[in-house]
């Protein structure tokens, strides 16, 4: 009968003096992600990694796990692309609802035009959070790419 214990990780380090902030988060990723459960004094988690790479050697699953987090970080920047294309989309929609409600005379169609600016200059805010989530998410990407490669060259 095997029996999982969670192992505790050494936390109490603290942040990395003189490193860059992209090194910072991955030690601390690592530290998170390394957490495993073990059985029999074997890590599960590195079983799947050798199972995924269909090899024994640290550097093959090394290798495996940050693809791994490439493909996870291009498919997140990919959805704030579709995102911010969806919410460009409502913005012009919605400017075109103010330019035809302008049109017609009347106080209703006035506060009509006057609510709409309202929820279109939200939106727009709305639009620039996802616009500087979509520059962050693509850092991200540049970094574990960058890690990746680095793993690759080992």
Known sequence: MTTCKKVATPHKEGPLKNKKSGDQWIVRYLKIRFAYY??????????ELAFAANSQFINDQLYVLFNKEVLEAEHGVTELERRCAQQVERIRQRED???DLRKVRGFRAANGVLYMRQIVDEEEDKLDRLNMMLA?????????????TLVYLQ
């Open 38 to 47: 073990f059985r029999n004094g074997q890590s599960v988690l590195l079983e």
């Open 97 to 99: 609802y103010i330019r």
């Open 136 to 148: 962050a998410a693509r850092r991200a990407l540049q970094r574990r790419r960058h890690y990746l």
